[in-house]
């Protein structure tokens, strides 16, 4: 025998328990008013809130969609649409959201929806933001994922007497990737 997955009662065959009406157990209970109301949307929106932080952040502790590691921004989903939880709460304390304006944290932190820590600015503003503050760092070097040349390879092209040609050849670089880095238009940050 089976259990019925709403009271645990014997169901028989079905996964629900049969009664009077020979319905589910679940539509008795709905039938009956004895299932707890569904919350409203602003209600789960709400409900998702981490209390207030010393920054004064409040914190996003429900469902999260990740743009890039570690940067994960709150997600909601209403009337089967998702929403991003920063710009719900933008819309919900301040309004609607002016076209083609991003909602941008203050703070620097992805999951907090205070309004107060929010604004709407264009991409530019954002990016902006985001190199006055040193959250952006290029990599440089041997750190950029195209890079085929080590520090000690740089140092060594612009110690060595050879031609463009032969240390091009030697590296698998260009001529003129060669003349650049003696040039120190690439590379500049070595010595």
Partial sequence: MNSCEWCGEESGARRYCSNKCNCAHWYWKKQNGLLEPQKTPEERFFSYIFPVTESGCWLWV??????????????????????????????????????????????????????????????????????????????????HHKSKLTRDDVLAIRASNKTEKELAAHYD??????????RREFWGHIA
């Fill in 62 to 143: 429900g469902p999260v969609c990740s743009h890039k590691p570690g940067r994960e921004y709150g997600v909601i989903k209403m009337n089967g649409e998702s929403f991003l939880a920063h710009r719900l709460s933008y819309e919900i304390h301040k309004g609607k959201i002016p076209d083609g304006l991003s909602v941008c944290h203050k703070c620097d932190v992805p999951n907090c929806i205070n309004p107060d820590h929010l604004y709407a600015g264009t991409h530019k503003q954002n990016m902006d933001d985001m190199y006055r503050k040193g959250r952006y760092t290029r990599p440089k070097g041997s750190k």
């Fill in 173 to 182: 670089i260009s001529n003129t990737h060669v003349g650049r880095i003696r």
